[in-house]
């Protein structure tokens, strides 16, 4: 592998494992699927399954609902009843951020629980702390103690996981010894993974989502390589920009940042995260997937060609340059 791809004169799909949610298999050369997030209230059960069918109707494979306390988490067990009832049986995402207790609820009632390693179980409390190494060992094993019971509810019950690094949420202990940095981000998204390997789970995609295009194309491409140094194989890649805002600003930055990756043959799911009602987000995602999709494209170097008129804005040329060059 070099470097990062498979190939750096010709796609090539980066192989990565086989990762099951629900029905819907991830990962090993599957096709990439595409996903988004709805905007509703979890509490209003029939406004979010409302919502959800929309979405599932434009077409998502994977829909996430956001699940910020428990009492939300115990509804998705309500709102997944009502899908099935109504004949939809695409795999629900449970969205986890600070409450752990929530996603152990999530995670035995829908398909996947997304955590977000920065703020599971640290609270940011913007200190800059010197650690010794024995110190910030003690703080890999609190990490360790508070997540290991999720990721032993997920392999009970045959739960997937995203873990989904944020560039904007890193902790403070990451932030203390490696800063703002794509490296940071990386660390972040690996502490959790070696705690997932040590008790044989693997069911897991990883993300590495910044609102700098540049910045998440740096921090995946370090993931694969770290991955790959480390354990050998590489898990499923879910694509995303932060953040990217609405109309065709939205659909620019984000199609440079997934582009960028999906021509290197990176990524197996992508969700494109507009600031507007969430089934339209899925015509982009299809646009942008569909150059890889049935048959990609063989041999020589070549850029994506998005049908997005606002692509070829002038002033765009220097973004997307920098945004694809190699790391050094």
Known sequence: MELFAESLTEYKRLLTKEVRIGDLLLGNNHPIRVQTM????????????????????????????????????????????????????????????????????????????????????????????????????????????????????????????RIGTNHGSLSDRIMSRYGDTPIGMVESAMEFLRIARDESYHQIILSMKASNPQVMVQAYRLLIKQMNDEFGEIYPLHLGVTEAGDGEEGRIKSAVGIGTLMEDGIGDTIRVSLTEDPEFEIPVCKDIVKRYSPLPPKGGICMATFNLPAFRTSGRSDFLTNATKPLQ
Do not use: W
């Not at 209230?41 to 979010?48: F, V």
């Not at 494979?61 to 428990?70: D, F």
């Not at 629900?92 to 600070?98: E, G, K, N, S, W």
């Open 38 to 161: 709805t905007t509703t209230d979890t509490m209003d059960t029939m406004g979010t399954v409302e919502q959800t069918i929309r979405c599932i109707e434009a077409g998502a494979e994977l829909v996430r609902i956001t699940a910020p306390s428990k009492k939300d988490a115990e509804n998705l067990l309500n709102i997944k009843n009502e899908l099935r009832k109504r004949g939809y049986t695409t795999p629900l995402i449970a969205d986890i951020h600070f409450t752990p207790n929530a996603a152990e609820v999530a995670a035995r009632i829908i398909e996947k629980v997304r955590v977000n390693p920065g703020n599971y179980v640290d609270k940011k409390k913007f200190e800059q702390i010197e650690y010794t190494d024995a110190e910030y060992a003690e703080e890999i094993d609190r990490i360790r103690e508070r997540f290991t019971p999720l990721v032993k509810i997920c392999k009970e019950y045959g739960t997937a996981m």
